[in-house]
């Protein structure tokens, strides 16, 4: 679970059981990821929400949902938008923009 300074968190995953590119174990760069209930609702996220997503607010709850193949670079970008990492890990390929300690 990657934690934001912000207090947003979400699993990031990439492995060969998860929604990713390439699909293997221990790539040494992933293209995309799969990501998992995030804390709240991110707009950056919704359109890989997996079901879709309807502006109603339809079910599915975008932070019960998976998102798969979401690539690194709209990761990094919810990190940035939470204010950085405070905890956790992310895959190779993505940017572990972190806070500084």
């Known amino acids: 679970m990657v934690v934001c300074a912000d207090g947003f968190s979400m699993s990031v995953q990439a492995h060969g059981g998860a929604y990713c590119s390439p699909r293997v174990e221990n790539a040494e760069r992933y293209d995309e990821v799969e990501i998992g209930f995030p804390s709240e609702s991110e707009p950056l996220l919704l359109r890989y929400m ?31 938008k ?20």
């Open 50 to 80: 997996e079901g879709g997503y309807s502006e109603d607010g339809a079910e599915p709850d975008p932070t019960e949902s998976v998102y798969p193949y979401v690539p690194v670079s709209v990761v990094s970008l919810v990190l940035a």
């Open 82 to 101: 939470h204010g950085g990492m405070v905890g956790g890990e992310v895959p190779p390929g993505v940017a572990p923009l972190r806070v500084p300690e």
